[in-house]
């Protein structure tokens, strides 16, 4: 049923275990087999936009807290909000576009009989789905085509075709966890616009088997690293997850919502409370980081900068 947070059933399909088969990829597997939506069919596409409704819980608004929010009419905020989820939305079908390149990748020379490389194709299709999931639900909220500046999408190019192992692993379980944290929110909140507390629950539910599979292989792509490997690729993942989290708020959106774009941009960079939101729900992330030995010194100074530590 359109709009229903009740998952579609499909029938596990057997495994062949292989030499390069991993219990976590068989386990996630038949997560996938028992727990999977069909975005087309479980979002109401069809019901027109009810502009009552935020697009996402207002204390996560990059102005909320701010004097300028307090000037903002309740309509004034419900757009802006709208317009913030869309551009995070969008923030993720270009990072998932990276994600599943560098999974595709990686998985190239494996058996294909064996539970991982089976999990990674699941993996990308279930991106896939999100990616659509996420441009319709970007459109629906009235929104352009939001993407990061010309620059941090060609150091994206750049990345996928060169990150691997824990570099390409962990930068994945970054940008999966600080979406997660948001969306958690946002598909408890009655005061969000339905059809996107469906779509954030959708993705929390099968983004938790991919945050999984990252953790297992950051973990496992480490063992035996030396100091000066994870010194580069601490280095190269807090890049990345800075240019990342700075791009999801395009700045686009403050002038689509009606709103001084070089105030709200001022008020969005002193933002203390949008700060403070970020490093809490970042905290579980951080300590992941800090227990596989990515959090160096210079690692640190970007996290910083990106507000999550």
């Not at 069809?46 to 935020?54: C, G, I, N, S, V």
């Not at 004034?76 to 551009?87: G, M």
């Amino acid at each position: 049923m359109a709009g229903s947070t009740v998952p579609s059933k499909a029938h596990p399909s057997k495994v062949q275990d292989s030499p390069e088969g991993d219990d976590v990829a068989r386990r996630l597997l038949g997560s996938a087999a028992q727990l999977a939506y069909d975005p087309a069919t479980e979002v109401d596409w069809e019901t027109p936009l009810d502009k009552e409704f935020h697009g996402a819980s207002p204390e996560w608004s990059t102005l909320y807290g701010t004097p300028y929010w307090r000037e903002l009419t309740e309509a004034q905020r419900k757009e802006l909000t709208r317009q913030e989820a869309a551009s995070v939305a969008s923030t993720g079908i270009w990072f998932e576009m990276i994600l599943q390149q560098m999974v595709l990748r990686d998985i190239y020379m494996k058996d294909p009989a064996g539970a991982e490389f089976q999990w990674a194709l699941t993996e990308i299709a279930e991106e896939c789905r999100h990616s659509i999931m996420f441009a319709r639900g970007a459109q629906k909220l009235g929104a352009p085509h939001y993407r990061p500046r010309r620059g941090v999408m060609e150091l994206g190019r750049a990345f996928k075709t060169l990150a691997f192992g824990e570099a390409a692993y962990a930068a994945i379980l970054v940008a999966e966890e600080v979406l997660d944290v948001m969306q958690r929110d946002w598909m408890r909140d009655e005061r969000v616009v339905p059809f996107v507390r469906t779509i954030n629950n959708i993705h929390v539910v099968e983004e938790s088997r991919h945050m999984k599979f990252a953790r297992e292989e950051t973990l496992k792509r480490l063992e035996g690293a030396g100091w000066a490997r994870r010194q580069i690729n601490a280095f190269v993942v807090a890049v990345a997850s800075y240019f990342i989290v700075t791009s999801m708020v395009n700045p686009e959106v403050y002038r689509r919502a009606g709103l001084d774009r070089k105030r709200a941009l001022a008020a969005a960079k002193g933002n203390e409370h949008h700060k403070s939101m970020m490093r809490s729900s970042c905290s579980g992330l951080m300590d992941f980081l800090a227990s596989a030995r990515l959090l160096t010194k210079p690692a640190l100074a970007f996290y910083k900068r990106a507000n999550l530590i």
